[in-house]
C-alpha cells in the first residue's frame, strides 16, 4: 500500500453544487452561484476561432489576457497573476506561504475552499467564527500572531451574502502588520450596489500587503473555462506567478476571457438583471417570513439550522438544487425568473408547514 500524506485522511472532500430533477423533469440549478445565462455569442464565436489551434500550447504567460486586466483595472501589467480559477489563484496564494507552522486566518463558516486549501498546503487554518452573519474582525485581529502569514476575506461572504463596508475594513487593515498578506476574495464583487462596499483595488494601491481575488466564472459567465485572477503588488503577484503549473489557464480561456472583457457593458447589463432578481428573491422570502440578511452576491442566505437537510430537500422536489450546511443553513443562488419563481414557490410552501417552522 503506498504511503499517503495524513492529512488526507482528515480532509473534507469539496462539496460541488449538484443538479436536481422534479418528477415531471424540471431542474433548476441554484446551487453553485453560477450566471443563469447562456454565453455571449461573441464569446463562442471566439472560442470556436480559438479551437483551431488547439494543437499548440498556450500562451504561458497569457499575455493579451494579462494586458487586457492590466488596462481595465488601469494596474501594471506585473500586478497580475492568473489561475485556472480563482480557487486555484488561492491555492498558489496558500503555497506562496505556507510551511509548517504557518497560520491562516479566515472567517467561518466562508468559502468551503479555504480550509481544504490550507490543509493541502501544510498551513495551519484559524478560523473565527463570524459574528451573525458577518465577519467579526475585531476577532480576526486578535487572532493574528508571530506565524501569523495570511489572512482571507470574502467580501461578499460566501455563503451568508454580507459584505463589509470600507470603513470597517480600513480599521481592519490598519491593525494588520505589514508582513501578513490579506487577500481580499472579491469572487462576487460586480453583483455589489451598496456603495459603501469598498472595493479592494482602492485598498490595495496603497498597501503593500494587501491584494485582491477577481474572477470570470460568476458575473463573467465562464466558470466552465476556469479562470481567475489575482491583483497585488510586484512582490506578492511574482511569488503567485511562480506557484503556478505550467499551462494551467488553457488556450479557450484565455481567449473567452479577452472576448468577456471586450463584452464587458453587455455582461454587466446581466448582472443587472441578477442583481433586481435578488431583491425580487429576498423581499418575497421576508414577505413569507424567513429572515434573510442583506445580500451583496449572487445568491440569498437562509439560517434554517436543523431544518436545512429538509428544506433542501423540499426545494429538490419541485426541480430546485439549493446548497445545504448541513445544521447552519442554506445558500441559494439568483438564477433567471423561472427558477427563481419556482424556488419562492417552494420556500413558501415550506414555511407554511406549521409543524417544520
Ligand atoms: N472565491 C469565492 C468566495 C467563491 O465563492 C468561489 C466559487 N464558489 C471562488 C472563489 C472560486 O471560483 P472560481 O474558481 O470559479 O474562480
Redesign the pocket.
Known amino acids: 500500500m503506498p504511503r499517503f500524506r495524513p492529512i488526507l485522511d482528515t480532509m473534507p472532500a469539496y462539496k460541488a453544487g449538484k443538479a436536481v430533477a422534479s418528477a415531471d423533469g424540471r431542474s433548476y440549478k441554484l446551487s453553485?452561484?453560477e450566471s443563469p445565462y447562456d454565453p455571449l455569442p461573441s464569446v463562442v464565436e471566439a472560442i470556436a476561432e480559438g479551437a483551431r489551434q488547439i494543437n499548440r500550447y498556450p500562451d504561458p504567460g497569457a499575455v493579451r489576457l494579462t494586458e487586457a486586466i492590466a488596462e481595465r483595472y488601469g494596474v501594471p501589467a506585473e500586478h497580475v497573476a492568473l489561475g485556472?480559477?480563482?480557487?486555484?489563484?488561492?491555492q498558489q496564494l496558500f503555497e506562496t506561504v505556507s510551511e509548517p507552522g504557518a497560520e491562516v486566518i479566515y472567517a467561518w463558516r466562508?468559502?468551503e475552499?479555504y480550509p481544504l486549501l490550507a490543509d493541502l498546503a501544510g498551513a495551519t487554518s484559524v478560523r473565527v467564527p463570524l459574528k451573525g452573519e458577518d465577519h467579526d474582525l475585531d476577532a480576526m485581529a486578535d487572532a493574528i500572531t508571530e506565524q501569523t502569514r495570511m489572512i482571507f476575506v470574502?467580501n461578499p461572504?460566501?455563503p451568508t451574502g454580507t459584505s463589509i463596508r470600507r470603513e470597517a475594513l480600513e480599521a481592519f487593515l490598519d491593525r494588520v502588520p505589514e508582513t501578513v498578506l490579506v487577500v481580499l476574495?472579491e469572487?462576487?464583487r460586480e453583483y455589489v450596489r451598496d456603495a459603501e462596499v469598498v472595493d479592494g483595488l482602492e485598498l490595495y494601491r496603497d498597501r503593500p500587503n494587501v491584494c485582491v481575488?477577481r474572477?470570470?466564472?460568476?458575473a463573467y459567465g465562464l466558470?466552465g473555462l476556469?479562470?481567475?485572477y489575482l491583483i497585488a503588488h510586484e512582490p506578492v503577484a511574482s511569488a503567485v506567478r511562480k506557484t503556478i503549473i505550467p499551462f494551467a489557464v488553457n488556450s479557450l480561456a484565455q481567449i473567452a476571457a479577452v472576448a468577456s472583457l471586450a463584452a464587458e457593458d453587455e455582461l454587466l447589463e446581466r448582472v443587472d438583471l441578477v442583481v433586481k432578481e435578488r431583491t425580487r428573491v429576498r423581499e418575497a422570502l421576508i414577505a413569507q417570513g424567513y429572515d434573510v440578511p442583506p445580500t451583496e452576491a449572487n445568491f440569498v442566505w437562509l439560517r434554517l439550522g436543523d431544518r436545512t437537510l429538509d428544506f433542501a430537500a423540499a426545494c429538490a422536489v419541485e426541480g430546485v438544487a439549493v446548497r445545504p450546511f448541513a445544521g447552519e443553513g442554506a445558500r441559494i443562488s439568483i438564477g433567471d425568473p423561472e427558477a427563481n419563481d419556482t424556488f419562492i414557490k417552494a420556500a413558501g410552501a415550506y414555511f407554511s408547514q406549521p409543524t417544520l417552522l
Open positions: 453553485s452561484n485556472a480559477g480563482s480557487v486555484t489563484v488561492a466562508s468559502f475552499a470574502c461572504n460566501n476574495d469572487a462576487y481575488l474572477t470570470f466564472s460568476k466558470a476556469r479562470v481567475g
